[in-house]
C-alpha cells in the first residue's frame, strides 16, 4: 500500500512570495488533515478535511492560509503571502472511518522563509 | 483547553536499561491517548493506543485517568528504540480527528 505522499519535500522562498503544498493521502482514506511543526514542537492540527469538506479549520490562519480538496482526493496548502514566521514542516495525514482514528503521516514539507 | 504535556524533551538510557516516557494530559471528558514515534529520517507513525491495551516493539502505556498520565514504558532499552516520541490525544471516539500533540521527547540508547 502506498502512503500518503507529499511535494516538494522541500521549499525555500523569500517573505512576501506565495508557497503552495500538496498532498496524496492513502487511496480510500476519506480524511484528510493538515498539520503545521514548528522546531522542537509536536505537530499542530490546521484543518481536516472530511470528503471535500473542511470540517475543522479554526486553527487555519484565513488572512493569508487556505486550502482546498476539490475532489475529495489529493489537497492543496497555500500561504500567500509567506512571512518569516511561517517556516515549519507541513505535515499531511490521513485516515480511514474503519481506521479507529489511527493516522497516516505523509514525510513532509519543510518550507524555509528568508 | 486540551493539552498534552511532555516534560522531558531528551531521555539519555544505556541499553538493557528501563525506559520511561512521561505524558500528562488536560481533557474533561473520556479522551483517546496514543504515542506516535518517528525515527530518524523516517515519517510519523502510530506506536500505540490506549484502548488497545497491547504492547508494541516490548513498550506499553497505561492510561491513568486519576492522574491524567499516559506513560509509555519499556523494560530494557534497545539502540533501535532511539528516536522522537510524541504523546497526543484525540476527543471521543472513533474517527473524530484531531490530534494534540505533546512537545516531544528524544529518546536516545546508548551502547
Known amino acids: 500500500e502506498a502512503g500518503v505522499v507529499q511535494s516538494p519535500r522541500y521549499k525555500i522562498i523569500e517573505k512576501k512570495q506565495p508557497v503552495a503544498f500538496w498532498c496524496n493521502p492513502i487511496?480510500?482514506?476519506?480524511?484528510l488533515y493538515w498539520y503545521r511543526q514548528n522546531l522542537g514542537q509536536g505537530p499542530e492540527l490546521l484543518i481536516r478535511?472530511?470528503?471535500?469538506?473542511?470540517?475543522?479549520d479554526s486553527q487555519l490562519p484565513k488572512d493569508r492560509f487556505s486550502a482546498e480538496r476539490l475532489k475529495g482526493v489529493d489537497s492543496t496548502l497555500k500561504i500567500q503571502p509567506a512571512e518569516l514566521g511561517d517556516s515549519a514542516v507541513y505535515l499531511c495525514?490521513?485516515?480511514?472511518?474503519?481506521?479507529?482514528?489511527?493516522?497516516?503521516f505523509g514525510p513532509g514539507t519543510r518550507l524555509t522563509v528568508l | 483547553a486540551q493539552r498534552v504535556t511532555q516534560p522531558e524533551k531528551l531521555l539519555s538510557v544505556f541499553k538493557g536499561a528501563p525506559v520511561e516516557l512521561k505524558c500528562n494530559y488536560s481533557?474533561?471528558?473520556?479522551?483517546?491517548l496514543f504515542w506516535y514515534v518517528q525515527y530518524s529520517r523516517q515519517r510519523l507513525q502510530l506506536l500505540l493506543r490506549?484502548?488497545s491495551r497491547e504492547s508494541i516493539k516490548g513498550f506499553t502505556a497505561d492510561l491513568n485517568k486519576g492522574e491524567t498520565s499516559f506513560h509509555l514504558k519499556k523494560p530494557f532499552a534497545q539502540e533501535e528504540d532511539s528516536a522522537m516520541y510524541y504523546c497526543?490525544?484525540?476527543?471521543?471516539?472513533?474517527?473524530?480527528?484531531?490530534?494534540?500533540f505533546g512537545q516531544g521527547t528524544t529518546l536516545q540508547v546508548k551502547p
Open positions: 481533557y474533561s471528558g473520556s479522551p483517546e
Open positions: 497526543a490525544l484525540s476527543r471521543g471516539s472513533g474517527n473524530t480527528g484531531k490530534l494534540i
Open positions: 478535511y472530511e470528503n471535500e469538506e473542511a470540517v475543522d
Open positions: 487511496s480510500g482514506h476519506n480524511t
Open positions: 495525514a490521513s485516515s480511514s472511518i474503519w481506521g479507529y482514528n489511527e493516522q497516516f
Open positions: 490506549h484502548i
